[in-house]
Nanobody, 118 residues
């Protein structure tokens, strides 16, 4: 059974940092592209970053320089380092795993809340 469990969210002041983790199980982690998305209240879910099986990454243009995605295949975990946080970063952050060769193998976590506020 596939599980994606996000952790590391919480309340942080503007300018602070958080590192989100997504622990995966039930599939061959190294073969999957891993993603972070976020969804703010009353907004569409948006892509934050992705990391391919090769380790190459893509970050949303608006977040480049502040957010960094990484993965540890030995730990079956993907991370999102978030620095210089702003109130507009407040959202639920979701982890996604996708096997690009087999589209039906597409899994989402339950999300972790990040709130940036003084």
């Amino acid at each position: 059974q596939v599980h994606l469990v996000e952790s590391g969210g919480g309340l942080v002041q503007p300018g602070g940092s958080l590192r989100l983790s997504c622990a995966a199980s039930g599939f061959t982690f190294s073969r999957y592209f891993m993603y972070w998305y976020r969804q703010a209240a009353d907004k569409e879910r948006e892509l934050v970053a992705l990391i391919r099986t090769t380790g190459t990454t893509h970050h949303a243009d608006s977040l480049k320089g502040r957010f960094t995605i990484s993965r540890d295949n030995a730990k079956n975990t993907v991370y999102l380092q978030m620095n210089s946080l702003k109130p507009e970063d407040t959202a639920v952050y979701y982890c996604r795993a996708r096997d690009i060769r087999t589209p039906e193998y597409d899994y989402w976590g339950q999300g972790t809340q990040v709130t940036v506020s003084s």
